[in-house]
Each structure stands twice: as C-alpha cells, then as structure tokens.
T-cell receptor
Framework: KAGVTQTPRYLIKTRGQQVTLSCSPI?????VSWYQQTPGQGLQFLFE???????NKGNFPGRFSGRQFSNSRSEMNVSTLELGDSALYLC????????????????FGPGTRLTVL | DQQVKQNSPSLSVQEGRISILNCDYT??????FLWYKKYPAEGPTFLIS?????DKNEDGRFTVFLNKSAKHLSLHIVPSQPGDSAVYFC????????????FGSGTRLSIRP
C-alpha cells in the first residue's frame, strides 16, 4: 500500500506570495491532518479534514487554510507569506474507524519544506 | 499553553544501554498516547502507542509506560542501537470522532558507540 505523498517536497517563495501544498493520503484513509514543524516549536497542529469537512483547527491565523476533495486528497494554502512561515509542513492521514478503542494512529508524509525569503 | 511537554531537547546514550525518553501532559482528558520517531528529511513514523486503560505496552525493544496520576509517559528503548538516533515525539489525544493529536516538541536521541 502506498504511503502518504506530499508535493512539492521543497518550495522557495518570497514574502507576500501565496503557496499551495498538496497531500495524497493512504488509500482508504478519510482523515487528513496538517502540521507545521519548526525547530523551536516542534509539531504544531494546523487543521484536520474528514469527508471534505474541516473538523478541527489549531491556533493559526486565517492566512492558513485548507480543503479536502472527494477522493480524500487535501490541499493547504498559505496566503501573504511571512518569513516566520518557513517550516516543514507535514500531512498525516488516518483511517479513523469510529468506535475503535485503539485511537487514531496517523501516518505521515515526508513533508514539504517551505522557505520564505 | 503546551499540553504535552518533552522537557529534554536532547539525550545521548551509549550503544547497548537503555534510553529513556520522558513526556508530561496536563490535560487529564487525554486517553490515548503515541510515540513517533523522525529522521531528518522524513515525516514522523509511528512507533508505539498506549491507551489510558493500560499502564504499559511493549513492542520488541520498545516499551511505553503511562503513569496517569502523575500525567507522565515514558518510552524505554533496550538495548539502544545506532539506528535509534532520531528525534522522538510523544503525542496525546482525546479519542473521539473528531480527534486532534497534540505533539510534544521532541527529544533528539543520539546513540554513541
């Protein structure tokens, strides 16, 4: 089974620009979550989508948005980029079977390294 | 407000010895805990998990211990191997139909020969 894929792997943008990152989850997984990883802050939760609906949102400004398509693929958009947005953006998918006591194990993609100049 | 804390940013352990990574949490509603391992330029990889109804879970060289009263979680790796050198994240969630996983800031484990 193919893992989570993210494109592009690396991206360089300038301040004020916008960027769109893409994530394809593991086949059959319906939940997609996005995280920002920076050296000082670790992994910060951005948002989670399930069946094309945003179900959870972290504490990020409205410049960060996302969406999920009917095939569970997800995109994340950051508008008006700032220098502090430079980070590794990780996407994770999970099956999220309701009623399962094991909880929700997420499987991560390799990430997109965004550099804002 | 950091709900999941890993207070040691780095740890160095000799090969063959035990590595102990620690994690503290503040939200008593968390009922599922996970450890992830991350190599540079790769996404985190799921390692081991534990439900709040247990206090220990083993998988090969990896054992996770949960102390609910202390709100403390630890990962033991025995024996430590060079390939274990990575960043380890602990994570916690309140299991529901709309789960949100909270990660710690990570601990960089280095295994020295």
């Amino acid at each position: 089974k193919a893992g989570v894929t993210q494109t592009p792997r690396y991206l360089i943008k300038t301040r004020g620009q916008q960027v769109t990152l893409s994530c394809s989850p593991i086949s059959g997984h319906r939940s997609v979550s996005w995280y920002q990883q920076t050296p000082g802050q670790g992994l910060q939760f951005l948002f989670e989508y399930f069946s094309e609906t945003q179900r959870n949102k972290g504490n990020f400004p409205g410049r960060f948005s996302g969406r999920q398509f009917s095939n569970s693929r997800s995109e994340m958009n950051v508008s008006t980029l700032e220098l502090g947005d430079s980070a590794l953006y990780l996407c994770a998918s999970s099956f999220l079977q309701s009623g399962t006591p094991q909880g929700d194990t997420q499987y991560f993609g390799p990430g997109t390294r965004l550099t804002v100049l | 407000d950091q709900q999941v804390k890993q207070n040691s940013p780095s740890l160095s352990v000799q090969e063959g010895r035990i590595s102990i990574l620690n994690c503290d949490y503040t939200n008593s509603m968390f009922d599922y805990f996970l450890w992830y391992k991350k190599y540079p330029a790769e996404g985190p990889t799921f390692l081991i998990s534990i439900s709040s109804i247990k206090d220990k879970n083993e998988d090969g060289r990896f054992t996770v211990f949960l102390n609910k009263s202390a709100k403390h979680l630890s990962l033991h790796i025995v024996p430590s191997q060079p390939g274990d050198s990575a960043v380890y994240f602990c994570a916690a969630e309140v299991y529901s139909s709309a789960s949100k996983i909270i990660f710690g800031s990570g601990t960089r484990l280095s295994i020295r020969p």
